[in-house]
């Protein structure tokens, strides 16, 4: 069983960073790609990025790329989010998902369903 817990969720203004931070453990954290979804209010849980388990391969919602970056530290069992240029659409709260490997060598896929640890999540509010 692995256990997910995120960080560094806060309140900032429009144009700000944050970077988010994901804790595993209970299990091997290189057995896993690991990937960051988001759910605002009112809305459907979508997909953010995903990092494969050896950092090499990373995927991106098309509305994010180059705002966003995904990296894993695999000594420290964590992945984190850094977020820039925030926006105030990006008010949603983050959640990290582990999906186990099958291959080594497959795309990390970015389909909710198919990850099967979640954490908690962690709230990101952006002000205009």
């Known amino acids: 069983q692995v256990q997910l817990a995120e960080s560094g969720g806060a309140l900032v203004q429009a144009g700000g960073s944050l970077r988010l931070s994901c804790a595993a453990s209970?299990?091997?954290?290189?057995?896993?790609?690991m990937g960051w979804f988001r759910q605002a209010p009112g809305k459907e849980r979508e997909f953010v990025a995903v990092i494969n388990w050896s950092g090499t391969n990373t995927r991106y919602a098309d509305s994010l790329k180059g705002r966003f970056t995904i990296s894993r530290d695999n000594a420290k069992n964590t992945v984190h989010l850094q977020m820039n240029s925030l926006k105030p659409e990006d008010t949603a709260v983050y959640y990290c998902a582990a999906n186990r490997l099958v291959y080594v060598w497959a795309v990390p896929t970015t389909t909710s369903t198919a990850y099967d640890y979640w954490g908690r999540g962690t709230q990101v509010t952006v002000s205009s």
């Open positions: 209970g299990g091997t954290f290189t057995n896993y790609n």
